[in-house]
């Protein structure tokens, strides 16, 4: 079994069961999400992906604030898919893939989008820079990618990293401490970015327009 395969299926273990509570419980935890959303500049028209849609919750939100966008969910876990088929309920275009390779022509029909968000899935995926590059290519001239996930927590309590850290670990979710220096030098080559770590380091949002 491929490596693909091998971690759509592990992401449909993880979530069976999982994806019944999440949106209750992560609510808590996965800080950052809402000003993400609220900081998105989407026109009607727009097309907007999301990378590792999840159940959904996120694209439900940007629909409410901009009902006249375009939506597009992916993501490798045919389980999460299942919560965010009935949560959107017809609202998006959703499918299977792997966000470090996807043909969104096959997909959706459509060759790239104006937005492609990442809400705490980079720090999930296995070779999270590749999904950072594979989104890029699929975003269209003027676009904007937008990433909020797990910061570097520098100017929390070390003890409170440490468990944190360690806690995550048991659901497969490992921070990138390099995300932000990724995302500046994608910039350097194909755009402006703005962003800033939110709540002491606990989380780190960028903005990159192509």
């Known amino acids: 079994m491929s490596e693909v395969a091998d971690h759509g299926r592990l992401m449909d273990d993880v979530y069976r069961y999982q994806r019944l509570f999440y949106d209750i419980t992560r609510k808590y ?30 694209l439900a939100a940007i629909r409410k604030r901009h009902p006249r966008a375009l939506l597009f969910g992916l993501d490798i876990s045919d389980q999460m898919l299942i919560s965010a ?16 390779s996807f043909d969104p022509e096959a997909l959706f029909g459509e060759a790239e989008f104006d937005h492609i968000v990442f809400s705490y899935s980079l720090s999930m995926i296995p070779d999270w820079q590749a999904a950072l590059d594979e989104a890029m290519r699929h975003l269209a001239p003027g676009g904007t990618l937008h990433v909020v996930d797990f910061g570097d927590q520098g100017r929390l309590p070390g003890w409170f990293k440490t468990g944190l ?18 995302m500046q030098d994608m910039a350097a080559g194909a755009g402006t970015l703005t962003g800033h770590s939110l709540y002491r380091g606990y989380a780190i949002y960028g903005c990159l327009t192509r």
């Open 85 to 100: 088929r009935r949560k959107l309920d017809g609202a998006a275009r959703l499918a299977q893939a792997d966000a470090c």
């Open 165 to 182: 850290r360690a806690w995550l670990a048991r659901f497969h979710v490992a921070p990138r401490d390099t995300l932000g220096a990724a």
């Open 29 to 58: 935890y996965l800080l950052g999400r809402d000003h993400m959303i609220a900081n998105m500049q989407v026109h009607p028209g727009d097309r907007v992906l999301e990378v590792a849609c999840g159940t959904g919750r996120n």
